[in-house]
């Protein structure tokens, strides 16, 4: 977030925009407000959110905390079974292969479908909001591309690896993520790619899963970018403190947000609500509007590589990680293990 802003300060992309289109689009940024206002934020309510009324309520409404929190109590509960528990443990790795199998279906139709919604979203604002708002953009991607290169490259650099090889590996994935706006698109395939890399199969099905919720690098770094663009475009100097402060904010209302398209938005919300004295108008939401599904596939890609290089360094800290399967390092494009043909996985 530090660097979005520092990129921010830098490129100014907020300044001198024309606000005066602002209110044709009131409605829809009440439908975000109005959804963020629903969800719990505060840390407490957050901390309570967590516990689900109910396992089938949680995985009905597809709330990734909620469902998280019950699988690790019903593991738990598993491995204290022991033996008894292995028949329960077959019938779910059954019951995964089907559900992957099923989400490679359905991703097959995803691109479309994402093609669709970006039809909709220069129809309805025009291609011009794409030119107008292009500063913005391509600040996004330059912080992007600075974090996965300096920040998480260095990590990785760290942990002996290099994060151009892993890039390489999971070039695939990244490339569904693009054409679909969205990092659960590619979440069973991402695991299958982890694993082959040479992480343990425990580590990949606890770490990639919880960074889903709470390691979202691509949306943290949007949101703080999105409320600096709309303090710029109404011309408000934030000090410093205010900036911390927003920061501060974001750290906690990030965690939990789901990785797919346009929740980013009900997050931004949220934010901005959040923060004393309403400094930054809520309504300025409304100048992201056309151009937030073409960002949404930098936070998506970001999300995905991020959650890729914890996963690996989680791995090699507790001694969990192995080399990879020889064919896998060969070619990573092309060798998919058995599970993976299974989940109808095959080649872009």
């Known amino acids: 977030m530090a660097i979005g802003i520092a990129v921010m300060y830098l490129i100014k992309p907020g300044s001198g925009m024309d606000i005066s289109n602002v209110g044709k689009n009131a409605a829809d940024v009440a439908k975000y407000a109005k959804q963020a206002a629903e969800t719990p934020h505060g840390f407490m309510d957050f901390i309570v959110s967590v516990i689900p009324d109910s396992a089938v309520g949680a995985l009905a409404k597809g709330e990734m905390l909620p469902v998280l929190f019950f699988s690790v109590l019903f593991g738990l509960a598993m491995a204290g079974l022991g033996d008894k528990a292995k028949t329960v443990t077959v019938f779910f790795e059954k019951v995964n292969d ?35 708002l292009g500063k913005m953009m391509g600040s996004v991607y330059i912080t992007m591309f600075l974090f996965v290169v300096i920040i998480l490259g260095t990590i990785a650099k760290i942990y002996g690896f290099s994060i151009f090889n892993l890039l390489k590996f999971i070039k695939e994935e990244i490339l569904l993520v693009l054409g679909t706006s969205s990092s659960e698109s590619a979440l069973p395939r991402l695991m299958q790619r982890l694993e082959k890399y040479g992480c343990s199969k425990s580590v990949v099905g606890l770490v990639v899963p919880t960074g889903y919720s709470f390691n979202l690098d691509g949306t943290s770094i949007y949101l703080s970018m999105a409320a600096l663009f709309i303090a710029q475009a109404y011309g408000i100097e934030l000090t410093w403190v205010q900036i911390l402060t927003v920061l501060g904010i974001l750290m906690l209302t990030s965690k939990g947000a789901a990785g797919v ?15 004393p004295g309403n400094v930054i108008p809520i309504e300025g939401m409304a100048l992201l509007l056309g151009v937030d599904r073409f960002m949404s596939e930098a936070r998506a890609i970001t999300n995905l590589i991020g959650n890729s290089v914890a996963t690996v360094v989680i791995a090699k800290s507790e001694k969990q990680f192995g080399l990879p399967e020889p064919s896998a390092a060969a070619d990573s494009g092309s060798v998919y293990s058995e599970n993976s043909k299974m989940a109808g996985v095959t080649e872009a």
């Open 98 to 132: 089907v559900f992957f199998r099923l989400v490679g279906i359905i991703m097959r139709f995803s691109p479309f479908a994402a093609g669709g919604a970006m039809a909709y979203t220069i129809g309805k604002f025009g291609i011009g909001s794409l030119f107008s």
């Open 261 to 275: 398209t346009g929740s980013g938005f009900i997050t931004l919300a949220a934010t901005l609500s959040a923060i």
